[in-house]
């Protein structure tokens, strides 16, 4: 499902640091699951537990839908007669129209609609593409992932206080502090100040990626462990925007093989260097 703030680009580099420390976790837990990207591609042979959460109270219902197997079905069949067409999009969006009796499944078949065919996944408007491009598709091969997984409804700070393990794994991708006020439920200064003092006193693994435009998470979380340039997901379309998006990493690993964390001096000039020298 496209989803506002998606993991897409950033996917391999999260992967490949959870699968550098493997050893150190059994329990996956995303904090901020949005659309479970990051647990649907964990691999198989990983053989973890996989925990999706979210304080929305429709992507929860999405995911209990996706765990059902007659709501599943239901749902799949409701899919396929699906086309893009932007008064169904208005129509659903306003909750005018309702594909099924089930509240569930209207629930579930609505948040998958509105994030497939609008912009950037974020229900700003219906996507209209002026090159040829096929229209995004219904990823329903993905939806039997879901059906063993730990599905919560909760707040962060409840979340992690639950999964307080040294097994566990925290990930965590929160609404960033300006563009994520497009959200629901978004992040105010204070909740990333609790987000920091749960990190520094969890007995948990994390991993946390933030956006480095917001300037204010170098000074709570401290320098973090790496950064990296991504392409702007606006970029292809919006030519006078930026288009690089500068990402920092915090992590911490209960194995031998954590990492030495950036040293401050040093900061500027890692940034520099992933910047291309500019």
């Given amino acids: ?16 640091l959870m699968r550098e420390h493997r050893s150190a976790f059994e329990t996956v837990v995303d904090v901020f699951g949005g659309a479970g990207t990051v647990l649907i591609n964990i691999p198989e042979n990983w053989r973890v537990n996989r925990v999706y959460n979210d304080i929305d109270k429709e992507l ?20 396929k007669l699906a086309f893009p067409h932007e008064q169904v999009f208005k129509d659903l969006k306003t909750e005018k129209l309702k594909v099924d009796n089930d509240k569930e499944i209207n629930t579930a078949f609505k948040l998958i609609y509105l994030h497939t065919y609008s912009y950037f996944g974020g229900l700003s408007g219906f996507m209209r593409s002026y090159k040829y491009k096929p229209y995004q598709k219904f990823k329903i091969e993905n939806f039997i992932y879901v059906k063993g997984w730990v599905v919560e409804n909760k707040d962060f700070r409840d979340i992690m206080r639950l999964y307080n393990k040294e097994n566990v794994l925290f990930y965590l991708d929160p609404p960033y502090l300006r563009s994520g006020k ?3 439920h978004s992040f105010s200064l204070d909740d990333f100040k609790d987000l920091k003092n749960i990190l520094d006193n969890t007995k948990a693994n994390y991993i946390l990626n933030l956006s480095l435009f917001d300037k204010e998470m170098v000074d709570i979380f401290g320098k973090p462990n790496f950064i990296k ?42 940034k520099n260097e992933d910047n291309g020298g500019n």
């Avoid at 499902?1 to 490949?16: A, E, P, T």
């Avoid at 929860?60 to 899919?79: A, G, P």
């Fill in 229 to 270: 340039n991504y392409q702007n997901p606006a970029s292809n379309t919006v030519k006078s925007l930026d288009n690089r998006w500068e990402m920092g990493f915090w992590y911490k690993f209960n194995d031998k093989r954590n990492s030495e964390i950036t040293s401050l001096e040093n900061f500027e000039a890692i």
């Fill in 182 to 184: 497009k959200y629901n």
């Fill in 60 to 79: 929860y219902t999405l995911f209990k839908v996706l765990q059902s197997d007659e709501k599943r079905n239901i749902l799949i069949e409701k899919l």
């Fill in 1 to 16: 499902m496209r989803y506002m703030g998606g993991k897409f680009n950033q996917l391999k580099d999260i992967l490949d």
